[in-house]
């Protein structure tokens, strides 16, 4: 199956500083996908971007399929961004998730 | 809009005791359905996949099942629970276009289960 790895694995930030979250994956894909995960265990979903670049907000993410990564931007982070952020990819079915990058912001 | 729920949100059980995780969507029809179980706060890790009614694909040999009766509705189950079956579980959906599956989609994820087995 296809392997997804996230890094770092852990990152602290002093509160307004950015940041780059990178995904590598090992085989074509048809779906990337960011998430957060909140301290609450919820979900969210950030991007859905299997190539290109979007931005929401303070979060940008670009993705270069024919080298298969990802990078995901937090830019002037807010303690609200602490988390775990990841990555996911599919190619058919089945999404397989990263093991993710836990982020804690400092005020 | 769609909304996808799952109950209970926290249990513990003893070992050896059944289990039972409900998952249902709303707002949809014909989900793709899926168990994820996350330990150690790190890494969703797939149990399983639905397409449809009754048709249930299992990612990984363990102590689980699931069913789909309902279109709508996907059941995590267990006969008898072991102490590594700890975790959070999240039950998810997404619907599929076309022949490449996500194309297009993204997946949708509920509120998750806290399983503390004892």
């Known amino acids: 199956g296809i392997q997804v790895e996230q890094s770092p694995p852990d990152l602290i930030l002093q509160e307004g500083a950015n940041s780059t979250l990178r995904c590598n994956f090992s085989d074509s894909v048809n779906n990337l996908q960011w998430f957060h995960q909140n301290p609450w265990g919820q979900l969210i979903n950030l991007f859905y971007i299997p190539s290109g670049t979007k931005q929401n907000g303070r979060l940008s993410a670009t993705t270069v399929a024919t080298e298969r990564y990802s990078l995901l931007y937090i830019s002037s982070s807010q303690t609200t961004d602490s988390g775990v952020y990841f990555c996911?990819?599919?190619?058919?079915?089945?999404?397989?998730f990263g093991g993710g990058t836990r982020v804690l912001v400092k005020p | 809009s769609q909304t996808i729920h799952q109950w209970p949100a926290t249990l513990v059980q003893p070992v050896g005791s059944p289990l039972s995780l409900e998952c249902t969507v709303e707002g949809t029809s014909n989900p793709n359905l899926y168990w994820y179980r996350q330990a150690a706060g790190r890494g969703l890790q797939l149990l399983f996949y639905?397409?449809?009614?009754?048709?249930i694909s299992s990612e990984v040999p363990q102590n689980l099942s699931a069913s789909r009766p309902q279109d709508r509705q996907f059941i995590l189950s267990s006969k008898k629970l072991l102490l590594s079956d700890s975790g959070f579980y999240l039950c998810?959906?997404?619907?599929?276009?076309?022949?490449?599956?996500?194309?297009?989609?993204?997946?949708?994820f509920g509120e998750g289960s806290w399983l503390t087995v004892v």
């Open positions: 639905s397409v449809g009614i009754g048709q």
């Open positions: 996911a990819v599919a190619a058919g079915n089945k999404l397989t």
């Open positions: 998810a959906w997404s619907v599929l276009t076309g022949v490449t599956g996500f194309s297009g989609n993204t997946i949708y």
